[in-house]
């Protein structure tokens, strides 16, 4: 059953559990074994466990589904760094909501996954530990700053993962690696002992190989939780019963204009050839001008760097050697916002969820590209610069607070993957879910894995 280049879905774990075919202790003597193999070239993992088999799990529907969380999440009793120096020591006395949902119902968690520091940043590019590299060409980043749960993935070393996603950091190194990443509407999934970045931007979802497992995962972790102010009381949603749906008639908007179209040739070509797609399985879509999503990308921006201070002011002020140069520089800019700047921004993102309001009162689905460029060089790349470019297509829906979700959809003449952005209105994971699938089942681009598992 296990092969180092074969990446296994959850259905396939389930099966072969339950038909004998494999024992919880092979499972993960499989996966240890991966990270054993590619972790030290990769830079994927913080901190690695060593996961006992319990034997009243067996039954549970995630029992022995091997998992990773960014090193954000807290851990009871086990190091959580938020890939910060200062924070090396750090031990949490209890779990976070999310990694106590995994817990009960089964999951294997493997170990942290390495991040960009503070989770203020794109590149995964850590001086405190390690630099985390793409599998698909390791000059490259993979895209953060979740990117150690994307590069985990991707390289088969867990089935899935969890991240977090403030202005794109599950969806960048998404499709930078060539996999799925979905950010719920916010409020969906709680956020109590996930160290922040921005209170009001925070969001939590999985990283997974195919969408059927994002489905999944988003089952087991959403649901209202008292202890998160940011939660909100709604029915927890069922993502599974129709996601073999097709779109047929759906009305779907395609995002154009110069904001889309300053992106790299190859992003765009794939980005014509998915709309193909989509026409072909029977949607009507159609194109939007979305030059006000540059607005909100920026007003975005503009409240993560300045939540961020807000929530490290002691030690900015105290101890700004604690931080990194890219990170400090972006604190630093936070700092200096004047109330009447965050309070511009705060405007704008009310007018950002208006006109997303009026969007998706036409259109059932809005389709974009996830990032505009394929995985950047380590060499020469500046991380605030990156965090400028990377983010221009997924911030606005942090700020929106929309579900959106990035799929493969391509790749380019390098050889490196292409992300799809799939966005709903709120609380509509479901049909994000379901168009993502349909379109999965119509292309191949999901199955390509990365050069350095056939090795």
């Given at each position: 059953?296990?092969r180092s ?13 339950s038909?004998?075919k ?10 240890i074994?991966?990270?054993a193999?590619?972790?030290p070239?990769?830079?994927s993992?913080?901190t690695?466990?060593?996961?006992q088999?319990?034997g009243n799990?067996q039954?549970?529907?995630?029992f022995?589904?091997?998992m990773?969380?960014k090193?954000?999440?807290e851990?009871e009793?086990?190091t ?11 031990i949490?006395?209890?779990?976070a909501t ?5 817990k009960e ?6 170990g ?22 793409n599998?698909w ?7 953060g700053?979740s ?5 985990a ?5 867990c089935v ?8 794109g ?7 930078l690696c060539g996999i799925v990443?979905?950010?719920?509407t916010?409020?969906?999934v709680?956020?109590?002992g ?10 939590v979802?999985p ?5 059927r497992d994002?489905a ?7 649901g209202?939780?008292s ?7 709604i029915h ?8 073999e ?6 009305k779907?908007?395609y995002?154009v204009g110069?904001y ?10 794939a980005?014509?050839?998915?709309i ?9 879509v159609e194109?939007i ?6 607005e909100a990308?920026?007003?975005n921006?503009i409240?993560t ?6 929530y490290?002011?002691?030690r900015l002020?105290s101890?700004?050697q ?5 990170v400090l ?8 916002y ?13 007018d950002v969820?208006?006109k997303?309001k009026l969007l ?14 394929t995985?950047p060089?380590?060499e020469?790349?500046d991380?605030?610069?990156q ?5 221009r ?5 942090n700020?929106a607070g929309?579900?959106a979700?990035?799929?493969?959809c391509g ?16 609380w ?5 879910l379901?168009a993502?699938?349909?379109?999965e089942?119509s292309t ?7 050069q350095?598992?056939?090795?």
């Amino acid at each position: 059953m296990f092969r180092s280049n074969k990446l296994l879905s959850i259905k396939e774990i389930r099966t072969a559990l339950s038909s004998g075919k494999t024992s919880i202790d092979e499972i993960n003597e499989h996966y240890i074994c991966q990270i054993a193999k590619y972790n030290p070239e990769l830079n994927s993992f913080i901190t690695i466990l060593y996961p006992q088999e319990k034997g009243n799990d067996q039954g549970k529907p995630l029992f022995g589904i091997p998992m990773a969380l960014k090193d954000l999440f807290e851990t009871e009793g086990i190091t959580t760094t938020a890939g910060a120096e200062f924070l090396r020591n750090n031990i949490p006395q209890k779990d976070a909501t999310v990694v106590r949902k995994l817990k009960e119902v089964g999951a294997s968690i493997l170990g942290k996954t390495n991040m960009h520091e503070i989770a203020l940043g794109v590149t995964n590019i850590n001086n405190h530990y390690g630099n985390c590299l793409n599998p698909w060409d390791t000059k490259r980043i993979p895209g953060g700053s979740s990117g150690g749960s994307a590069v985990a993935v991707a390289a088969g070393m867990c089935v899935a993962a969890l991240g977090s996603d403030t202005g794109g950091s599950i969806r960048i190194p998404a499709s930078l690696c060539g996999i799925v990443g979905l950010k719920p509407t916010f409020g969906r999934v709680s956020l109590n002992g996930v160290i922040p970045l921005s209170w009001n931007l925070d969001h939590v979802g999985p990283l997974t190989n195919n969408v059927r497992d994002a489905a999944i995962i988003l089952e087991f972790i959403a649901g209202y939780d008292s202890l998160d102010p940011a939660s909100i009381e709604i029915h927890p949603g069922e993502f599974i019963s129709h996601l073999e749906d097709g779109v047929e008639d759906w009305k779907i908007a395609y995002a154009v204009g110069d904001y889309i179209e300053d992106s790299q040739f190859d992003v765009l070509s794939a980005m014509n050839s998915t709309i193909k797609v989509f026409k072909k399985m029977g949607a009507k879509v159609e194109k939007i001008e979305v030059a006000w999503l540059r607005e909100a990308a920026l007003a975005n921006g503009i409240m993560t760097t300045a939540d961020a201070a807000a929530y490290h002011h002691d030690r900015l002020i105290s101890f700004p050697q604690d931080f990194g140069e890219d990170v400090l520089h972006r604190l630093k800019t936070g700092f200096d916002y004047t109330s009447s700047e965050y309070s511009k921004a705060r405007r704008v993102q009310t007018d950002v969820k208006r006109k997303f309001k009026l969007l998706f009162n036409d259109y059932d689905l809005l389709l974009l590209p996830a990032t505009p460029c394929t995985a950047p060089l380590i060499e020469g790349s500046d991380a605030v610069e990156q965090a400028r470019k990377l983010t221009r297509f997924t911030a606005p829906f942090n700020l929106a607070g929309l579900p959106a979700l990035s799929l493969p959809c391509g790749f380019t003449s390098e050889g490196l993957p292409v992300g799809l952005q799939i966005v709903g209105p709120e609380w509509s994971e479901a049909k994000v879910l379901n168009a993502a699938r349909a379109y999965e089942r119509s292309t191949i681009w999901h199955e390509q894995i990365p050069q350095i598992l056939n090795r």
